[in-house]
């Protein structure tokens, strides 16, 4: 899967050409440039609420993001408390309370699902026909609990997804040379 990278401003968004390809989706992985949060390294655009930034840091970020790919409405910004887990929730509106756990499924318009990661995977998969999308945040708990693989099936069940009508992509994750793993993590 090709990711293109959008230039123009020091937010940098990646997009997936083949998701790109479906008119009705609006998707991006950022990157770590362009914020405003200091403690991680300067201009970071933390997008997570963290002890270590300050809230109106990443509302701002949270609104520098949305704006870049044209979105007004930040209501409608979904996300999860993550907890390195299999537990995928189907949404239809915002949600009252916050949510936890590691994937989101929805096929009702204008909503927008959020995956917060730092040396995990984001995957996105987008029923072409249905127009229903999942996020998913896949770490390696995530990954041995087969959680993509579920939210397919989640996908199946709710809105009729056909996986020969899914588009994928995996978004960028930490590489081998920052981040070391034991024996049972590669097992």
């Not at 991006?28 to 997008?47: D, E, I, K, Q």
Request: contains cysteine; aromatic residues 6%.
């Amino acid at each position: 899967m090709a990711i293109k990278t959008i230039p123009q401003t020091k937010l940098q968004l990646l997009r997936s050409e083949k998701l790109a390809k479906l008119p009705w989706l609006r998707h991006a992985f950022s990157t770590r440039h362009g914020g405003v949060s200091r403690p991680y390294g300067g201009n970071a655009l933390n997008l997570g609420f963290t002890k270590h930034d300050t809230r109106a840091a990443v509302e701002r970020n949270r609104g520098l993001f949305l704006k870049r790919l044209g979105i007004t409405n930040a209501r409608a910004l979904i996300t999860l408390r993550q907890i390195h887990s299999d537990l995928i929730h189907r949404v239809e509106s915002p949600p009252e309370h916050s949510l936890s756990g590691d994937g989101l499924i929805t096929n009702t318009s204008g909503l927008l699902l959020a995956i917060l990661t730092a040396d995990c995977l984001p995957v996105i998969l987008a029923d072409k026909k249905n127009r229903a999308v999942g996020v998913f945040h896949a770490g390696w708990r995530g990954t041995v609990k087969r959680i993509v693989e579920k939210g397919v099936g989640e996908m199946q069940r709710y809105f009729g997804s056909d996986p020969r009508n899914m588009i994928a992509a995996i978004g960028p994750g930490v590489q081998s040379c920052c981040y070391q793993v034991g024996e049972e993590v590669r097992q």
